[in-house]
């Protein structure tokens, strides 16, 4: 069992920044790939960034990239998320997520491949 637990939500005027960070405690954290998501009301959850079990690679969805960075410490089994720029259609709560991944390289986007979940925090802009 992987257990997640985020922080740093909260509200924040059009233009402004967070940041998210997600404490993982349990099984060995560089094992796995971590994620963000976020759900907005009435819609799906949908995949923000990835980052692999080294850091080295990350992806991004196409309406936050340039303006969020996902980075990890795994001395410290955190990973963050630094959002940018933040609209009004960024409001959702945000999700972090691992996945045991094959290789030290690999990106989830997908919510199907995340093992564990946290409870998400919620993120809401005003405009």
């Known amino acids: 069992q992987v257990q997640l637990v985020e922080s740093g939500g909260g509200l924040v005027q059009a233009g402004g920044s967070l940041r998210l960070s997600c404490a993982a405690s349990g099984r060995t954290f560089v094992n796995y790939a971590m994620g963000w998501f976020r759900q907005a009301p009435g819609k799906e959850r949908e995949f923000v960034a990835g980052i692999a079990q080294s850091g080295g690679s990350t992806s991004y969805a196409d309406s936050v990239k340039a303006r969020f960075s996902i980075s990890r410490d795994n001395a410290k089994n955190t990973v963050y998320l630094q959002m940018n720029n933040l609209n009004p259609e960024d409001t959702a709560v945000y999700y972090c997520?691992?996945?045991?991944?094959?290789?030290?390289?690999?990106?989830?986007?997908?919510?199907?491949?995340?093992?564990?979940w946290g409870r998400g925090t919620q993120v809401t802009v005003s405009s």
């Open positions: 997520a691992a996945a045991l991944a094959p290789t030290t390289r690999v990106v989830f986007t997908s919510t199907s491949r995340y093992n564990y």
